[in-house]
């Protein structure tokens, strides 16, 4: 654990708020103590390997699953207590596309999901459709995955809820269909205010998007931070030095990943470059210019860092 | 957090969503086992007949099948009030909730929990529009009952329809309406749990005959056949009101144990739904 790592936020207004949230599935342990903090206004991004419990979070923020032990303060309401109201305000695509109607036809869905909510906005719901291009008078059951995918954004989005979980939204969809549904997130959040977590492991589909980082694995959180504190502070180094060398003692707990190939050293190091480089160049190494990682590149070697 | 307002739907909305939804989900299968059932009452009562097979050893003909008119059904008013009663009051009650609750078992739900409403209260919304919609259903068929009563030729099979008998024919059907919902509410195969539930009370109670007196012969009785038990409040009426069977259950203890199955049922559908919430993935 590495405290630079983790931004509590604390000056900012936060929308979700996670307290040691628990969760296991007979041995198998799903959620660790999940500390996970969502500012107002953002587009959080909530990242980690397959069954890292990123889905378990979100369905716990749903209610879908009890958290045992652990609490969740939406919209400054506790969930347990209080999550029929707080979902009125949450927009909530899952991981599956199944709905238990499936012979209802789009409309039919969308009139339904209409009563549940007194938000809901009739014309916004007309205009997605017919952006997204989805027939209105074919039965769910009968889309296909990309479509019900579509179908699911509009339920989720026509009432302009303050707070949008999506959990993995584009899996398995076709490039075109990704872009489309991704375009549509950025023109929602461009239009409504909105805060967003995203769950997701295709970073590259998330680059533009994100503002905020949370990096979840075995269950816990390793890493939350605002997007540009990472662009700032984290960054890869290529240098040439002697076999021998080694890296200077005071980086030692800012370097998070690093690799090497005879004379050549390329490291992932925490602080601000320019003091960084001269730290390394007075070791007697030859040092490239920093580089800026992109997210995916980030998220990899904080994450080979934990392994490590 | 700022003022910010969370409208939550109202109960009537919601209700009349779950209504229309029932009717719709299961319309066709509801309709194929209502209009014959309705037909089945009109053909029967305006001394009509049904087919059947009858077993003739006589005329070397066997088993065939033929018109069996209903005079020689060993039908008398009573019989006709009973049978039906007892079919709209076991079978509908029993298999409603299977129509009420397809596509609704607990693993299927995930859906339905992401609606802003509480969840035990959107099980219990559904579960009184299903009961509306059991009355309703009930209603048309002692409507039936009644109009038929009124034209010129009919066989007198439904006899003036007792206050009893009325109080029976609605309540009989809600309260295993109301049990079999437990199952549903509590199952991912309900169909299946209520044929088991079924057939376990029935090894029970041969079991509890089988045995000199014990505490499971009274627990049985006091459960599913003594004057407090499910088919007393089921079906008291109908058993006082027909001549020749002995009087067991008086009107008071019958509505005593109508109101304590309904709230006990109510209570176990409130459980199910909570125990489905706890156990969710």
């Keep these: 654990m590495r405290p630079f790592l983790f931004d509590n936020f604390a000056e900012r207004e936060l929308v979700l708020s996670t307290h040691g949230l628990s969760r296991r599935f007979g041995n198998r342990i799903a959620l660790a103590g999940l500390d996970l903090a969502v500012p107002e206004g953002a587009a959080n991004v909530l990242t980690g390997p397959n069954a890292a419990g990123k889905s378990t979070a979100l369905r716990s923020m749903m209610q879908l699953t009890s958290p045992k032990p652990g609490s969740i303060q939406i919209f400054g309401l506790d969930v347990a207590e209080e999550g029929a109201r707080v979902r009125t305000r949450i927009g909530y695509v899952p991981e599956t596309t199944q709905v238990p109607y499936p012979w209802m036809t789009v409309e039919r869905l969308l009139g339904h999901q209409a009563v549940y909510f007194p938000n809901w906005d009739e014309t916004y719901a007309q205009r997605l459709i017919h952006a997204l291009q989805v027939p209105r008078d074919v039965p769910y059951g009968t889309l296909s ?18 707070l949008l979980l999506l959990d993995e939204p584009t899996d398995g969809l076709d490039p075109l269909a990704r872009d489309l549904v991704l375009g549509l997130i950025v023109d929602h959040l461009g239009a409504v205010p909105t805060t967003l977590l995203f769950s997701t492991h295709l970073l590259s589909e998330v680059e533009g998007l994100a503002d ?7 269950g816990h959180l390793v890493v939350q931070l605002d997007r540009e504190r990472l662009r700032n502070l984290f960054h890869s180094y290529r240098l040439v030095a002697d076999k021998n060398w080694q890296a200077p003692l005071e980086l030692q707990d800012q370097i998070l990943s690093s690799s090497n190939s005879g004379r050549e050293w390329e490291f992932s190091i925490w602080g601000r470059p320019g003091e960084v480089k001269a730290q390394l160049e007075a070791t007697g190494a030859r040092v490239e210019e920093p580089r800026h990682p992109a997210l995916a590149q980030a998220v990899h070697s904080l994450l080979a860092m934990e392994v490590a | 957090m700022k003022n910010i307002h969370f409208p939550t739907p109202s109960t009537s909305s919601v209700f009349w969503e779950q209504t229309k939804l029932i009717l719709q989900v299961r319309r066709r299968q509801l309709l194929w086992i209502l209009v014959p059932f309705y037909l089945f009452v009109f053909i029967i009562e305006l001394g009509g007949g049904v087919p059947g097979l009858i077993d003739r050893a006589d005329d070397g003909r066997g088993i065939y099948l033929s018109w069996v008119p209903a005079t020689e059904m060993g039908f008398n008013g009573d019989m006709g009030t009973l049978l039906f009663g007892w079919t709209l009051t076991l079978c509908l009650g029993l298999i409603w909730p299977v129509f009420v609750w397809s596509g609704n078992a607990p693993e299927q739900r995930d859906y339905h929990w992401t609606m802003p409403i509480g969840k035990t209260k ?17 209603l048309m068929f002692l409507l039936e009952a009644s109009l038929i009563r009124l034209l010129p030729a009919h066989t007198n099979l439904f006899q003036a329809l007792s206050a009893g008998a009325w109080f029976n024919l609605l309540a009989g059907p809600l309260l295993y309406y109301t049990w079999a919902t437990v199952a549903a509410v509590w199952s991912n195969r309900p169909g299946l749990t209520i044929i088991a539930a079924v057939f376990g009370m029935m090894v029970v109670v041969v079991l509890s005959k089988a045995t000199p007196p014990s505490l499971l012969a009274t627990a049985v009785d006091f459960l599913l056949q003594g004057p407090y038990s499910i088919q007393s409040a089921a079906a008291f009426l109908f058993l006082t009101d027909i001549s020749g069977l002995p009087k067991e259950v008086t009107p008071f203890q019958g509505l005593v144990a109508t109101g304590f199955w309904l709230c006990a049922g109510f209570g176990a559908i409130v459980f199910a739904s909570r125990r489905s919430q706890n156990n969710c993935a």
Excluded: E, N, S, T
């Excluded at chain 1, 995955?145 to 303050?162: E, S």
């Excluded at chain 1, 905020?212 to 075995?218: A, K, Q």
């Design chain 1, 145 to 162: 995955k990309g479509y019900a995918r579509r179908v699911q954004l509009i339920l989720a989005l026509a009432h302009k809820p303050g």
């Design chain 1, 212 to 218: 905020c980082l949370g990096l979840i694995r075995d």
């Design chain 2, 122 to 138: 959107h099980d219990l919304i559904r579960f009184a529009a299903g009961g509306c919609i059991l009355a309703a259903i009930v």
